[in-house]
């Protein structure tokens, strides 16, 4: 017995070698039009780890991102570079976004942006760009989902391509 469970060790031993825990690195942005507010408006949801680990590496510093130590300053810290990483474009025409707000939910931060008077009627396009995370890490893909005025279209975003458009 003791020698079979030797063999079945010296066997299982050199397979554990190629067992590696890989990560997986991805957000999700929804991307909505309200008619009532005349306004896209925006959902990214974004791992608080990989968020965290951002601030660090970009602006040295510990968020705590949801628990009671959390820094004052995160929010700012994270609208800044979300201003620096998400861009739109209606019909060809740089558009700014207003950030509103964020939560928590279990392991995610959710931003919520708006791109305020929007006239879909006269709207052709809606182009994002999205780059989130793909300083820090190479296999980022940021994930978009467009739901306007009965269409629906999706995109997988890499650091090498990080723009979707819509055409309406």
Do not use: W
């Not at 940021?142 to 819509?166: C, D, R, T, W």
């Amino acid at each position: 017995m003791k020698s079979l469970k030797k063999c079945l060790l010296l066997f299982l031993l050199p397979l554990l070698g190629f067992v590696a825990v890989h990560k997986f690195y991805v957000s999700v942005t929804n991307v909505n039009y309200s008619t009532k507010d005349r306004a896209l408006q925006i959902t990214s949801r974004i791992f608080i780890d990989d968020l965290e680990d951002l601030l660090l590496e970009r602006y040295e510093i510990h968020g705590r991102l949801a628990t009671e130590l959390e820094l004052e300053s995160t929010e700012a810290y994270i609208e800044k570079y979300l201003r620096q990483k998400i861009a739109f474009q209606i019909n060809g025409e740089a558009r700014n976004f207003d950030f509103l707000a964020k939560k928590y939910d279990n392991d995610v931060v959710i931003c919520y942006l708006e791109v305020p008077d929007v006239d879909l009627e006269a709207t052709q396009s809606i182009e994002i760009h999205n780059q989130l995370l793909t300083d820090l890490y190479d296999e980022q893909q940021n994930v978009v989902h467009f739901k306007i005025n009965g269409k629906k279209k999706s995109f997988v975003l890499i650091k090498e391509n990080y723009k979707g458009m819509l055409n309406l």
